[in-house]
């Protein structure tokens, strides 16, 4: 089964524009990450962020966890063509990794 | 540094056959995890090898098991193979017996049952 979900399922933005991607989860976690996968191939690690974090900056990604509301948002500053991809939210904990059924980013020129 | 490598790339197989996926892990990488998407899904974890060891399992049947070898590359395989195992085989290589830790992925094989 899933742990994380994001919303939306689907984004259309025009290249410049931010893109928000949120993400919930339903159990404790020791950290959550960020993939990015292109036209259904290997997924690319973005970010991760553990529990006791509260935002993190990575080039144009900003993320931010809230561990009481049980959520993650994934902001993408300054869109390019080029980001038009899936991305996955992930919790670890212990040895179990759940990915969430993904949002799918298309950034138009 | 070497990549996540796996093989094959596509294949195709009938319902009730055998297969078998592999992957080489990222050079310095002791931990292979491998794991299912169907289309439009996220990732579904399959299970984790740890230093040759299966180290944690996901919901899925006793039909999919898996070695990991000293050179920690690892094979996943399907007995009796279904319909619904139609998907992208993904395996992610780590370090650590943690699967919270960053994993690398290779660029999967894609299954198709018929």
């Known amino acids: 089964s899933q742990q994380g979900e994001e919303d939306p399922q689907a984004l259309s933005i025009q290249e410049g524009e931010n893109a928000t991607m949120n993400c919930s989860y339903k159990t404790s976690i020791n950290n959550l990450q960020w993939y990015r996968q292109n036209s259904g191939r290997g997924l690319v690690h973005l970010i991760l962020?553990?529990?006791?974090?509260r935002e993190k900056h990575s080039g144009r990604l900003r993320v931010t966890l809230d561990t009481s509301k049980k959520s993650s948002s994934l902001l993408i500053t300054a869109s390019r063509a080029a980001d038009t991809a899936s991305y996955f939210c992930a919790t670890g904990n212990n040895n179990d990794m759940r990915f969430g059924a993904g949002t799918r980013l298309t950034v138009k020129p | 540094e070497t990549g996540v490598t796996q093989s094959p790339t596509h294949l195709i197989k009938t319902r009730g056959q055998q297969v078998t996926l592999r992957c080489s892990s990222q050079?310095?990488?002791?931990?292979v995890s491998w794991y299912q998407q169907a289309l439009g899904q996220g990732p579904q974890f399959i299970f984790q090898?740890?230093?040759?060891?299966?180290?944690g399992r996901g919901n899925f049947p006793p039909r999919f098991s898996g070695l990991q070898f000293p050179n920690y590359s690892s094979e996943l395989n399907v007995n009796a193979l279904e319909l619904d195992d139609s998907a992208l085989y993904l395996c992610?290589?780590?370090?650590?017996?943690?699967?919270?830790?960053?994993?690398?992925f290779g660029p999967g094989t894609r299954l198709l049952v018929l």
């Open positions: 962020i553990r529990s006791n974090e």
């Open positions: 992610a290589s780590s370090w650590g017996a943690h699967m919270q830790e960053t994993q690398y």
């Open positions: 050079s310095g990488h002791n931990t």
């Open positions: 090898y740890y230093r040759e060891e299966e180290n």
